[in-house]
Every structure is written in C-alpha cells, then in structure tokens.
C-alpha cells in the first residue's frame, strides 16, 4: 500500500478562478449585510466604516499592508501544500514556533549587524516551521495518520510548547511578562513608509509569490508538484517520488508560516510574545481557497481579508456591529465558492420541471 | 489495592474522566454514524460548538436546561443537513466543507453571542445540571464514582451509545447505514434510498456532536466560552479509529481521553515539577500517538469520503 490509496489522500477540486471567487465575496457580503441589519444598523453604514478605516486613509492602507503580511505568507505555504495534495491545517502552529525562533535568535544575537542577525533570524524562523510541519510530513508518510488531524493537534501542542518556552527559557529577565526581550534596532524589519508600520515584510511576500508562481509554472519541480496533486496514482505510475513531493509540500508550508512568524516578530511586535496570531494560519486556510491556490490570487485575497480585519474593530465601535463579524464572512467565502457546484444541478432542476409542464 | 480504589482523590479521577470524555464520545458517535454512512464529518468540531452556544443560549432566556438540550439537539441537525447539502447532493470536498463549516461555527457563534451579552466583563451563567444523588450506588468501588456520580445528561449520553449500538447492528436502518458507507452502487440497487439514508446519518450526526457541545455549556461549565470546544471536534475523529467505529469502542477510547484529561487536571494541583503546558499537551500528543499507531488497522468504510451520484459508477 502507498501513500496515495489511504482514505484520506482524497483528490483535492481545486476551486473556480476569479469569476467564481469574486462571487463568492459578493455573495458572502451580502449575507453579511443581512446579518447587520438584522442588529439594526444599516449595511452601508457599517461596510463604509469598515472600508474607511481600513482603505481610506494612508495609515489605514499601511495597516491593512501590515496584516496583509502573515495570510499571505501562510496562504501562499497552504496554497503550495495543496497542489500537492496536502491538506495543512497547521500553518497556526508553524507560525508560532517560527516566530518563536525568530524572536530567540533575535535576543541571542543581539549586537550582530542588522545584515547577518534578520536572516539569521528568518532562516532560523523558517527551518523551526518546516521542522514542525516536517512531523507531520513523517506521521504521513510514515505512519499514515491524516495530516488534517496531526496538524490541528500539532497546532495546540504547539502553542503549549511556545507558552512552556516563553514562560521559562526564553523569557525576559527583566519583565513580568510571559514574552521575550524587545529585539534590538538590527533585528527589526525597516519600516517603508515613516509615521506608519508598513515593514519590509510586505516585500518578502512579493518575492515568496512570484518566486512561487515561477516555480509552479516554470519548474518541472513544480509541475511534478501539481501532477501528485491531481493525480497521485498518475504520478507515481509516470515515475514522479510522490513521497518526496508530498515531503516538500509539507517543508514548504512550514517554512512560508514559520516566515509569517519570523515577520511578525521582526516587524510588528519586536519580540516574541504569547498571543503572536489570532488565528492567522486558519483564516490563511481561506486565503488559499478563494485565491485558488494561484500566487497572485493568494496574495490579493490575503489584502482582502485584511482589510476586512483592519476595518472590524472601526465598524464595531462606529456601527456597533461585532468584529468578529469578519469571521463568519470569512466562512461564509468558502462555502460560497463551493457552493457554486449548485447552480448547474439547480440549472438541470428547473430545466426538468419546464420541460414536464411542456 | 482497595485502600487506592477508595482514596477520594482516586474517586474523584474517576468520576471526572467520565465527565470529560462524555463530550468527545458524543461527538465521536456522531462521527460514527456519518463514517458509516460514507460521509467524512469533518464539521464535528463547527457542530460542537453551535451546540454548546445554541443550549447556553436557550437554557440562559427560558431557564430550562432541557429546553437548552433540545435546542441544541436541533440546531445540530441543521448543521449536519447543512453539510449534508454539499457533501451529498453536491459532491463536494468533503475536507474542505467541514473546515468551513467549522471556521463559520466560530464566527458565528461569537458573533452572536457578543449582540446577545455584549462585550461585558460580567460572564453570564446558568446553573448547570446537578450530579444525580444515586444513594449507596456511587460508593461502590470503581464503578461508583465511574457510573455513578454523573447527572442526567451524562446518562442520555451512555443510554445513546447503546441505542448506537443497537441501531447499527440490530435494526435495518443500521444495516442500511453500512450498506451505503461501504457499497453504495449495490445498495442502491437493493433499492436503498442512497442520499436519504446518507442524509438521516449526517443529520443525526449534528444532533449528536451538538448534543457533546451542549454538555460543555450545560453541565460542565455553566458558561460559553468563545472557541470552548478547544479541538474536541478532531479528537472525537481520532477516537473513532481507536474505537474501531464502534459503540462501545468509541465509549472505551473516550475514557482513555478523558482519563488522560482528567490527569493532566491533577497533575496541574500536584506538584510533580513538570510545566503545566507540557500537561496540557497531553490529549493532544495522545490524539496523534493513536492516530499514527492505530490508523489502517480499523477499516474504514469503502465508500467513506466518495461522493456517490445516482445511476453512475464512482470507481474511476
């Protein structure tokens, strides 16, 4: 038996382009317009708050930029492990031990110029994700245990490593609080725009896309990627290391989420600390589904979700609409986009009542 | 030995493994009924937590926890139709739908639950079900604080795995069950009502998994808390492939998990000097453990997963 026949390595449907993703948006905002007017605020009201604070001033666009950085990292990390056929729920975890390890090479080698110490630290960020997302790739292909499940659990285990760490070992001296020392000037990411907290993150974003996009259309790597994908048993039989392309996928995942971690530690927070993601790698599980796991894609619904986050907190103070609001759109995207697989059986539906009444 | 079995902090181990692996085990039946059917429940967890917020809710405005169950109960059956819609009638990526549905439940729920209570500091609570005084019962040794110290809900949870048990080996709609989880074209020609029969699991398997949340809002807590089912919803997955997706097999592995719970619980108080978070890790190192140990050894169902569409072949 290998590891193409186990029931969990289902073929992933790959889901529609951007005619069907901007649907699915619309459709999902207009069910979120139902739901504020049912608190009784108006719709345009609340979506103009949310859209204002988060695109409609400089500082506004450099935010929603900022938030942009880690779903776009991990949704690029997913999108790669998808068309290979890895279903990888645990970006969440990954991100956090790379920022973790961001943060603890940032304390360690503070004093190092700027030059050696953040690749430093982005390397170490992203090898301490591949690490965490290559367990998993070792239960799969060692074990057989279904990814989906192992990742999820290896995202709580995660955070309870982190917290053991951030209490203990790599806690700051000098502070009461579970989180590590501020990085010095040279572990920081520079800012882009001054007044703002635009960071060089945002760059590193543009070239993992591109550099993805080459790779997925340019490369036989990335070709044999998107065969195994499709079709496991079609690659194996064309002689593609399935197993292999099934490990890098996992690798690649990981180390684009430890990355996010690595940024958010290097260019927004300044350390490592406990609450580094509201759930980052999760909404990044979204990103890829409605970017159809395409780079480019990946990176506009990225910005698209962040501003929705950005704005959340502004349309629940102005409009007294919940943020987490934000949360159920972002659902409500994904089975939009799926749920278009309706229409042509609804299609056939009413075609067939018309034709018996004629 | 009888010294330990009646040591009041053994007692109390038992009587809470019991009551933490009562959640997951509903859940896991839930799963059961979807698997057998062929219909991967990935939404388990989403299902849980509709539950565990649906009962809050409708025990918190009428006062009456069974009022809440009940809610529960149907709002779990919405869900599972809900999901049911897309892996069934759609043929969609069963995966997919369920983490969807899963991220929706969070949403939704705190959506609601923060235009119900508002953002207050203040927590709103019930008051939860009550352990049922069984007299002399719950001083038997073992079994006493095991079976005997539970509320009502507790029992309509071990009541249900014999009823799963019963149904799904007993009665014809079980036989139905399995028929369309592992050979759905030859089911379908003993003229078995393929999707009908797939929709009654999935629908009962939402009614079972919010029954499980429930229990998390109803009788162990008292409260909801955003995200309270921490991931149940998965390991009530892996549950079912220790339990072999079988009543009592699912019942077993549940106490295994809820006894693993229930000791990370003590050790916390004790001082054994290992961190905490190392302790909290514990049902989730399990989960992987027996995933990695125990999957292929189970036997899933043949058509479990597969999308089956009416007079067509699904083998490719």
Redesign the interface.
């Known amino acids: ?1 290998t590891v193409t026949d ?3 390595a ?1 073929r ?2 790959l889901p529609p382009g951007l005619v069907g993703s901007l649907a699915a948006v619309a459709a999902a905002f207009l069910v979120g317009a139902l ?1 504020i007017a049912a ?1 009784g605020v108006s719709p345009l009201t609340a979506y103009g708050a949310l859209f204002e604070a988060a695109l409609g001033s400089r500082n506004g666009i450099a935010e929603t930029l900022v938030r942009t950085v880690p779903l776009a990292l991990c949704g690029l990390g997913i999108a790669l492990a998808f068309r290979a056929g890895v ?1 990888n ?1 645990g970006a969440e975890g990954q991100l956090f031990l790379g920022g973790t390890a961001a943060g603890a090479i940032g304390v360690l080698g503070a004093g190092w110029p700027a030059y050696v110490l953040l690749p430093a630290m982005a390397l170490s960020a992203a090898l301490a994700g591949g690490l965490w997302s290559g367990l998993a790739a070792w ?1 799969k292909l ?5 990814e ?3 990742t ?3 995202n ?2 995660a955070i ?2 982190v ?2 760490l951030l ?2 070992p790599l806690k700051d001296p000098n502070g009461a609080l579970a989180q590590t020392a501020r990085l010095t000037g040279d572990g920081r990411l520079p800012v882009l725009l001054a007044g703002t907290r635009l960071h060089a993150g945002i760059l590193i974003v543009l070239v993992a896309a591109i550099l993805a996009h080459l790779f997925l259309w340019r490369r036989t790597n990335g070709f044999r990627l998107r065969v195994v994908g499709l079709n496991p048993r079609a690659a194996e039989n064309a002689g593609i290391d399935v197993r292999r392309t099934i490990l890098f996928g996992f690798l690649i995942c990981g180390a684009l989420a430890g990355l996010a971690g690595f940024s958010e530690v290097a260019g927004v927070q300044r350390r490592m600390i406990e609450n580094l993601s509201p759930g980052f790698g ?1 909404t990044a ?2 990103v890829a ?1 409605l970017g159809a796991t395409n780079p480019f894609g990946v990176v506009a619904s990225a910005f698209l979700f962040a501003a929705l986050q950005i704005g959340a907190s502004t349309m629940e103070s102005a409009a007294g609409v ?1 943020s ?9 995207v ?2 939009f986009l ?2 278009r ?2 229409l042509p ?1 609804l299609r056939d539906w009413v075609a067939d009542r018309f034709r018996r009444r004629g | 030995m009888l010294g330990l079995l009646t040591d009041p902090t053994f007692v109390g181990f038992l009587s809470a493994s019991m009551r933490l692996a009562i959640p997951i085990m509903l859940a896991a039946l839930g799963g059961l009924l979807a698997e057998r059917s062929g219909v991967l429940n990935i939404g388990l967890e989403g299902m849980m937590l509709v539950g565990a917020f649906v009962g809050f809710v409708a025990a918190y405005a009428t006062g009456h926890l069974m009022v809440g169950v009940a809610s529960a109960v149907l709002a779990g059956i919405a869900a599972g139709l809900i999901l049911g819609v897309y892996t069934i009638t759609l043929g969609a990526n069963q995966v997919v739908v369920g983490i969807a549905l899963n991220l929706l439940a969070i949403g939704i729920t705190s959506f609601f639950y923060r235009l119900i209570f508002g953002a207050g500091t203040e927590r709103p609570r019930i008051d939860a079900f009550v352990p049922l005084d069984l007299g002399s019962l719950a001083d038997i040794p073992f079994i006493g604080p095991l079976l005997f110290r539970q509320d009502a809900l507790a029992y309509v949870a071990l009541g249900l795995v014999l009823v799963t048990w019963f149904v799904m080996a007993k009665t014809r709609f079980g036989l139905d069950v399995r028929a369309v989880g592992e050979h759905p074209e030859a089911a379908e020609t003993l003229g078995v009502n393929v999707h009908g029969i797939r929709y009654f699991a999935i629908g009962l398997s939402g009614a079972l998994a919010a029954l499980g949340g429930a229990f998390l809002s109803l009788s162990a807590t008292g409260v909801f808390i955003d995200g309270m089912t921490a991931g149940r919803g998965y390991i009530a997955l892996a549950i079912l492939i220790l339990g072999r997706r079988h009543a009592v097999g699912v019942l077993l592995a549940s106490l295994l998990f809820g006894a693993a719970d229930a000791l990370q619980l003590r050790a916390q108080i004790l001082p054994t000097g290992v961190p905490f978070q190392f302790l909290l890790m514990l049902p989730y190192v399990l989960t992987i453990i027996v995933l990695a140990g125990f999957v292929g050894r189970g036997g899933a169902p043949a058509a479990l997963g597969v999308p089956f569409r009416r007079g067509r072949s699904n083998k490719e």
Request: charged content about 10%; proline content about 4%.
């Open positions: 038996m186990h029931p969990g289902m992933l449907r739901l608190v279903f729920v239960l060692r074990f057989r245990a279904d989906l499940i192992t999820i659990m290896l709580y285990v309870h490593l917290s053991f209490h203990g999760y599980i979204i589904l919940p987490t609001l934000t949360t159920v759109i972002q659902g409500l994904v089975l799926i749920g697989a309706a059986l």
